[in-house]
């Protein structure tokens, strides 16, 4: 196992979000072309296309690493380094022209565990991280043994104890029962916090947490190539990235706070 990846890894993913960012720049505003589409969700050729071209960058800038990602599998499911990839996190606000999307790319390493792992991802941990919001030029990144940066400035979360001064964001996912699940929380937090914000990007949500924009994110059902990255950034930024896997593949409910209001929230959603 190996917790330490070169620096100029970080520099690669770096390079890799950026030249999918500059994809995501260029076409925000023209028409796109639809590959799948679900009441609540939308898949779009700019996603593999995204997906390709950060795939393209990598290389083999870590050797035999396996791809994880929500545009496809490749690699051995045994592999010592993975890559986590959301090609476009947001994908429906930026199909219609919203400025509010990123890309997330996290590297993971294979741990030993003691005992069988409940799911499959608990034998890997996270080491890099990487999120880049092109419209907004912002480059939040952070390595496990490093602290997190927004466009290389050191980051922390919030300081705010109270839920009627603190901003929360929620994600309501896709199924009819996460959203009545979260309708629910909807109505017992709105009286109780100073706002309530619905983005549409689970990474940039977490990003936010990280910097002390927003002082918690909550989603009942969210992948992982979602929150890899942010979920590292957070953690280096001093905040607490809660996740509990539920079912299906890659699968997790999220708690991420400044580390001073989860119970509060569990409480409450």
Partial sequence: M?????QNVLTCAVHAARAAGKIMRDNLHTEKKI?????????????????KRIERVLGGSVPDAAILGEEGVAGSTQAEFRWVIDP???????AYGIPHACVSIALQTRVELKTAPANGDANYQTVLGVIYNPFCEELWTATHNGPARLNGRIIRVSTRTRLDESIIT?????????????????????????????MGAGALDLAYVACGRFDAYVE???????????GLILERAGGEFWRKPIEGEHAYRVIASNGRLRRQLQKLV
């Fill in 88 to 94: 476009i996190d947001g994908t429906v606000n930026f």
């Fill in 2 to 6: 190996k917790l330490n990846p070169p």
């Fill in 35 to 51: 590959n799948e589409t679900t009441q609540h969700d939308l898949k779009i050729e700019l996603d593999v296309r995204c997906q």
């Fill in 220 to 230: 009942p059902s969210v992948r992982l190539w979602d929150i890899a990255a942010g």
């Fill in 170 to 198: 929620l994600g309501f996912s896709k199924s009819n029962a996460t959203l009545d699940k979260m309708l629910r929380g909807f109505n017992r937090l709105i009286h109780r916090v100073r706002k309530l914000r619905i």
